[in-house]
């Protein structure tokens, strides 16, 4: 078949092939980053300018005003359906109920007598936000993020995304950013927009934190402005899937799942690993059959080139290859899925059963589509509300707190050849001593 061609099948695997299964393709991205640093550095120095020529140049727009107006947005109203108005509205409704429920609260402790500690929860105040637009305008994503910075209490929170060549921005994206409470919109998209998100031009505010996917070339952008002028939510790759599959699976949702996955870009990977011998072949049937229905089916087929089917001996040995893989999305389709629940140490979002299908996280079930891809869910979790505020901490000592901890505080400035700290603690301790 087709498929059996052009997809890697490994089966049963030796602990020391993980490693290399669980590589991401490279690619020499030297010149690449030489073309970010550029532009960056046009952005930095020549402010809206810069912008507006980058756009023309790389969006073939030609924009006199960056912001979205107001008639703009109301034009966007118009033109989408009430049928994706009212999904937009569930998917908001469902996106706030799980971020609310992770809102901070403080406790003070009386680490020892006379020493109170406590943290306090303080929104960033500046985030800016960056949507996809392109082939796949991610209005999904505005949701994603807007929900979270507007719970959060972000004070101003500013919208980049690429226009078309009319200098049009997808109304979809516009519609989900108002009912996410959005106000500040400019059309901008590429390395461009997270310039003038890091440095700040004439009309796009400078942020704090930056938020968001893109191609690789806006993802080396937000890595490049990262090492002086602005924090960003996470490192990122192109997406991908691990899906841990057995013999009750049905494989026509298994392979319906790696091709939402693929579709994503060239660029994605996806994976199966399973228990099932027999499970391979159907999958790729099914993979098969379901690819030539797809409008993007050129992009998915390029993507299976660098994906693999993988067979292994036990669920036990599946879910510790996907640890070793750290997928950014997995879904168990077992019939033990609970007991390998608890056994999931790296992933960036999980998804359990036959009907948990990633669609569901990216869209509509609440938890947060933004994630961790080309292994960095080893080290990092997605966005949710704690990425978009910082936790103060306190302290307060009484007399009592400095006889409760005054010495130690001087012995040990003293043996790290520090004599200002000790000297602080000295004279407090003379006092109440």
Not at 408 to 422: D, G, K, Q, T, Y
Request: proline fraction near 4%; glycine fraction near 6%; hydrophobic fraction near 45%.
């Amino acid at each position: 078949m087709f498929f059996q061609e052009i997809m890697r099948i490994i089966r049963y695997p030796a602990k020391t092939e993980w490693k290399q299964i669980a590589e991401r393709p490279h690619m020499d991205v030297s010149q690449l980053n030489a073309t970010v640093c550029q532009v960056l550095a046009e952005v930095k120095a020549h402010g809206d300018e810069a912008v507006k020529r980058y756009e023309k140049l790389f969006d073939h727009a030609d924009l006199e005003l960056l912001a979205v107006s107001e008639a703009e947005m109301n034009e966007a109203e118009a033109l989408v359906s009430e049928e994706l108005k009212e999904a937009l509205v569930l998917a908001h409704r469902n996106i706030a109920r799980f971020h609310e429920a992770q809102q901070f609260t403080g406790t003070k402790i009386e680490t020892a007598k006379g020493v109170c500690c406590w943290q306090k929860s303080v929104a960033i105040e500046k985030v800016g936000l960056y949507i996809p637009g392109g082939t796949a305008p991610l209005f999904s994503t505005v949701l994603m993020l807007a929900t979270p910075a507007k719970i959060a209490g972000c004070k101003e929170i500013v919208l980049c995304t690429p226009p078309n060549r009319e200098g049009k921005v997808n109304p979809a994206i516009l519609v989900a950013a108002r009912i996410a409470g959005v106000g500040k919109i400019f059309k901008t998209g590429g390395v461009q927009a997270i310039g003038a998100m890091a440095y700040g031009t004439e009309s796009v505010p400078k942020v704090y934190k930056i938020f968001g996917p893109g191609n690789q070339y806006v993802m080396a952008a937000k890595q490049q402005v990262a090492l002086y002028d602005v924090a960003i939510d996470m490192p990122a790759g192109p997406s991908e899937v691990c899906v841990i599959a057995d013999e009750s699976c049905n494989p026509e949702y298994v392979a319906a799942d790696l091709l939402s996955q693929a579709e994503h870009g060239v660029d994605s990977q996806v994976i199966l690993i399973t228990t099932d011998a027999g499970m391979l072949q159907k999958v790729q049937e099914a993979l098969s059959s379901q690819l030539e229905t797809l409008p993007r089916k050129d992009i998915a087929a390029k993507t299976l080139e660098n994906s693999k089917l993988i067979l292994v001996a036990n669920t036990q040995e599946a879910i510790d290859l996907s640890n070793v893989y750290a997928p950014e999305h997995l879904i168990i389709a077992t019939s033990d899925y609970k007991d390998l629940t608890d056994k999931v140490v790296n992933a960036g979002s999980v998804f359990l059963g036959n009907f948990a299908c990633e669609s569901a996280g990216d869209y509509a079930s609440g938890t947060n589509h933004t994630l961790p891809t080309h292994g960095y869910a080893l080290a990092y979790n997605g966005v949710n509300l704690d990425s978009y505020i910082r936790k103060v901490t306190f302290q307060h000592l009484t007399a009592d707190g400095v006889r409760s901890i005054g010495k130690a505080v001087v012995c040990m400035a003293e043996n790290e050849l520090l004599e200002a700290h000790a000297n602080a603690m000295r004279l407090r301790m003379k006092d109440v001593l």
